[in-house]
């Protein structure tokens, strides 16, 4: 269940609610958390990541380029080419088009043929323009994902620096937060809270041996590079 106001974590506001309970109704049981503790949850979960990223940068980075599926730079690099290389092909296919209607007008090429021929040209054409377009959406979104990246990195700076939650280092750092149904445990209702980073999303701090084998990982790797270099 989304926290709406996740970006602006006002001293004043004593609870925080499920954002899908209206008026004593809807789709969900009820559920306060105190902004003191939603705070102080929040506090420690920038202060896990700030203090992970400072200590083990690449194992995050490595952890990142895991989830996403993919190096960033090396996807922009790719659509890039291919964004260039579509519309090279476009602008190739307006002046073959041209070019074979001449020869239809001048008499050098049947109607039958420069009708098969158009129709090729324009069947490339617009799935090109298609592909095109979809790689510049693509590429748009994997720049938002590196200055996003920035932001964050600069947030985490900022939070280490003053150790403590400001509207600006909140801004920069989280995307949404989620406060989940209540759970009972022990006769205790529990409420779960999930904090989405940007850039990042859900990112759990690794485990001792998730690390070891991150790092392990990232030898092998660095190994094969220098191999292949």
Do not use: W
């Not at 291919?82 to 020869?103: M, T, V």
């Not at 280092?169 to 995307?175: A, G, R, S």
């Not at 809270?193 to 998730?210: H, M, N, R």
């Amino acid at each position: 269940m989304h926290f709406c106001a996740a970006k602006s974590l006002k001293k004043n506001q004593e609870f925080f609610r499920c954002a899908n309970y209206k008026d004593g109704r809807g789709t969900c049981t009820i559920h306060f958390i105190r902004d003191v503790v939603l705070e102080r949850i929040v506090t420690e979960a920038i202060s896990e990541l700030a203090d992970f990223v400072r200590c083990y940068n690449n194992v995050f980075t490595y952890l990142l380029a895991e989830k996403k599926g993919a190096d960033v730079k090396k996807q922009q690099k790719l659509l890039k080419s291919k964004i260039e290389n579509g519309k090279a092909r476009i602008a190739e296919l307006d002046k073959l088009f041209s070019r074979i209607y001449e020869d239809n007008i001048l008499g050098k090429l049947s109607d039958e043929r420069y009708s098969r021929m158009a129709n090729e040209y324009e069947s490339e054409q617009s799935h090109l323009t298609i592909d095109v377009a979809k790689s510049e959406k693509e590429l748009v979104e994997l720049q938002k994902q590196t200055v996003d990246m920035k932001m964050l990195c600069q947030g985490l700076m900022e939070f280490t620096e003053m150790k403590q939650l400001t509207p600006t280092v909140i801004n920069k750092l989280i995307e949404r937060i989620e406060i989940h149904k209540n759970e009972k445990k022990h006769s205790h209702n529990n409420v779960k809270v999930d904090i989405y980073f940007t850039a990042v999303g859900l990112f759990d701090i690794p485990s001792e041996q998730k690390l070891i084998e991150t790092m392990n990982k990232i030898r092998e790797q660095n190994k094969s590079d220098e191999k292949s270099a």
